[in-house]
């Protein structure tokens, strides 16, 4: 019987795209590390792309976690839920007090929680890390957002920061905090990255279908963005696709793929965290409910027939000027999102005792993440330089480039909704701004209703306490 030298690392267990990219990133850093996986064709990749030959795949679990130096380090890399569950409950007769798990993959912060406290019952190490980058961030330096027993996390951290993309010769890592704030993070991360995409479709519909611009005259207009303020991964990766063609064809594989949006949940459950905390994310609650509308296709043509909206002449419309106010709507659309995300956080972190450090995400956001941008530099200094920052629109530069870009958005809405052009994320953007920046509003109206006919009871300015009216005589409901 072969004896099996522990000579590993690290443990990868899932060897699809991102389990194996993140494998060779650490050979690539001189990390030796061990991959297991029950499909087998998966692990003869792993060892053919590693040109530094520092990883060896497994087909044998025993084997595996028997070829990983101990304490053992090993990172579950498989689809959220149940199978997180069965992996564990696989691993745990294997394994001895003191190894360490890292759940890698997008798993909701709930299930995070229990199995930190289950795992720690077993004498093992754990901590759930949410990481953002796909497969080229995996490859050549993802963002991390590790959380939970630090103890685990320092064990970690060379390997993290050796992985880790960098900017300004930081690593986009750090430790977020305790139980499940790693993939708490990344859960808000995904919910900005839905509120984010939601805005650049909405601009490529204004662009293709009120300013009739071609493919290349989108992908060049995206490039130029891309070169300015609007500076991102999103931006940039978009004026990639309104170029790619497939081989032998002479358009766009874009204009082949249908408009029908999946998703896996993440933005979901930020909208589902945000109201039960009772923070207000409409943009990102608006783009959930996007992808839930666009995948009622049939629906969708049917009423584009029946309800048709006339649009100006083509000719009345000066290109310069609107895709100028296009980019101040979505320069503004887009700190509003970024700070619905961040409200989020800053709540967050009080409701469940994260302290979270807003300032340290902003900065590890700034490079090999999706949602990375030119605008995080300026949301990681305004949370460095005030650690108590209520709300990101309370910075003065940040103030300075919403008034700067306010005239846009305005002006892109009224000539969308005048057009029959829905940009209902744009909306909200807006609507988050103006309302909350709106000192009264006519919410005591709806405190008035709702003592009215269910005597909830109300606050009067000024007076302390709670009030209940009898507002009329009790009527027939007929």
Same mark, same amino acid.
């Given at each position: ?84 569950? =069965?992996?564990?409950?696989?691993? $745990?007769? +294997?394994?001895? #007090? /003191? ?5 890698? %993959?997008? @798993?909701?912060?709930? =299930?995070?929680?229990?199995?930190? $406290?289950? +795992?720690?019952? #077993? /004498? ?5 890390? %949410?990481? @953002? ?14 959380? /939970? ?56 519909e204004y662009l293709k279908y009120f300013l009739k611009l071609d493919n290349a005259a989108i992908a060049a207009l995206f490039e130029k963005w891309n070169n300015g303020r609007l500076q ?49 994310i409409p943009t990102i609650d608006t783009a959930v409910a996007m992808r839930n509308l666009s995948i009622y296709k049939s629906l969708r043509t049917l009423l584009g027939d029946k309800y ?171």
């Amino acid at each position: 019987m072969e004896t099996i030298q522990a000579g590993f690392d690290f443990g990868m267990i899932g060897l699809g795209t991102m389990g194996r990219n993140l494998l060779l990133n650490m050979s690539e850093h001189g990390i030796k590390g061990a991959g297991y996986d029950k499909d087998t064709t998966k692990i003869p990749l792993l060892e053919q792309e590693d040109e530094d030959h520092n990883t060896k795949g497994f087909d044998d679990i025993t084997a595996f976690i028997k070829s990983i130096k101990p304490p053992r380090a090993i990172m579950m890399l498989v689809p959220a839920g149940k199978i997180v569950d =069965d992996v564990l409950e696989e691993l $745990i007769p +294997l394994l001895d #007090k /003191g190894d360490i798990l890292i759940d890698g %993959g997008n @798993s909701f912060f709930q =299930d995070t929680r229990r199995r930190d $406290i289950y +795992l720690q019952s #077993k /004498g093992l190490h754990f901590f759930g890390m %949410g990481i @953002s980058g796909g497969e080229e961030g995996a490859r050549y330096g993802p963002s991390m957002m590790p959380g /939970g027993d630090k103890t685990a996390y320092e064990v970690m951290k060379p390997i993290l920061e050796a992985i880790a993309a960098k900017v300004d010769g930081e690593a986009c890592v750090t430790y977020i905090g305790p139980e499940a704030s790693g993939h708490f993070v990344k859960t808000v991360h995904n919910g900005i990255e839905y509120g984010l995409m939601q805005l650049i479709a909405e601009t490529y519909e204004y662009l293709k279908y009120f300013l009739k611009l071609d493919n290349a005259a989108i992908a060049a207009l995206f490039e130029k963005w891309n070169n300015g303020r609007l500076q991102s991964f999103l931006i940039e990766i978009t004026s990639e696709i309104f170029t790619y063609k497939e081989k032998g064809e002479n358009h766009i594989l874009l204009d082949d793929i249908k408009d029908e949006a999946k998703a896996k949940g993440t933005g979901k459950w930020t909208s589902q965290i945000a109201m039960d905390l009772d923070v207000p994310i409409p943009t990102i609650d608006t783009a959930v409910a996007m992808r839930n509308l666009s995948i009622y296709k049939s629906l969708r043509t049917l009423l584009g027939d029946k309800y048709k909206t006339e649009t100006h002449p083509e000719e009345a419309v000066d290109i310069g000027h609107q895709t100028k106010l296009l980019e101040d709507a979505f320069y503004f659309a887009m700190i509003s999102t970024y700070a619905q995300g961040m409200h989020l956080l800053s709540k967050a972190s009080e409701a469940y005792k994260y302290d979270l450090n807003i300032a340290d995400i902003a900065r590890i956001w700034r490079g090999g993440c999706i949602i990375r941008s030119e605008f995080l530099n300026t949301i990681y200094k305004a949370y460095s330089n005030d650690k108590e920052l209520d709300h990101l629109f309370m910075n003065k530069n940040v103030e300075s480039e919403l008034k700067e870009t306010e005239t846009g958005i305005r002006s892109i809405l009224q000539t969308a909704i005048g057009n029959g052009l829905g940009m209902p994320a744009f909306a909200a953007s807006l609507g988050y701004f103006d309302s909350l920046k709106k000192a009264s509003s006519g919410s005591n109206l709806i405190q008035a209703q709702r003592d009215f006919f269910g005597a909830h009871q109300y606050e009067k300015i000024n007076v302390s306490g709670t009030f209940h009216t009898q507002w009329t005589g009790i009527k027939s409901s007929k």
